[in-house]
């Protein structure tokens, strides 16, 4: 018995279609005559990979029309994908300018806001530093005025004694001893 070869597999399937038969492993062997299930098998399916694989090839290529084509197409795309990304660039753009622009000027209200507070700040303490002063001016004056009271009173003590002598003296006159 002769070895069976690729080439005898691969007579075998295109006589076979041809005939509009299925090419299975039987009727392969059936044609050639002879042969392992598995050799046939083996062959059989390096045989259809192969044909599958350069279908799909041949599906899957492109042809220069169909490539400039998808190029044009993807050129097309990628200049409106960058327009828009562009406008999209120079509105946020321009939108955080807006934005730096009021946040800045909310800045310079408030440092100005803060040197303005600065300046009351440092007008009340002097205006506390005088009246603090005028407080301790008043105390004194208070304390003197309170020294002098007592004084006062203390004279009016001296006097309302003396006028109970005088009263005790008139009432009772000393008496004149002669000599």
């Given amino acids: 018995m002769a070895k069976v070869t690729k080439t005898d597999v ?20 059936e044609f050639i005559g002879s042969g392992s299930n598995a050799t046939i098998n083996k062959y059989r399916k390096e045989i259809i990979d192969g044909e599958v694989s350069s279908e799909v090839k041949a599906n899957n290529t492109l042809s220069d029309d169909e490539i400039r084509k998808l190029g044009d197409t993807f050129s097309q795309l990628l200049v409106n994908r960058l327009d828009d990304l ?10 955080l300018e807006q934005d730096n622009a009021d946040l800045s000027l909310e800045l310079d209200n408030a440092q100005k806001t803060i040197e303005q507070l600065e300046q009351d700040k440092q007008q009340l303490e002097n205006d506390k ?4 002063s005028d407080v301790s001016k008043l105390e004194r ?5 309170m020294n002098e009271i007592k004084s ?8 309302e004694l003396l006028q109970q002598q005088l009263e005790q003296a008139r009432a009772n006159p000393p008496k004149a001893t002669r000599k």
């Fill in 10 to 29: 691969q007579t075998a399937i295109d006589s076979l279609r041809t005939d509009g038969v299925n090419p299975t492993n039987k009727a392969i062997r």
């Fill in 141 to 145: 004056q208070i304390q003197e005025q």
């Fill in 152 to 159: 006062l009173y203390q004279k009016v003590g001296q006097v």
């Fill in 129 to 132: 530093l005088i009246l603090n």
């Fill in 86 to 95: 562009g406008n999209t660039y120079a509105d946020d753009k321009k939108a």
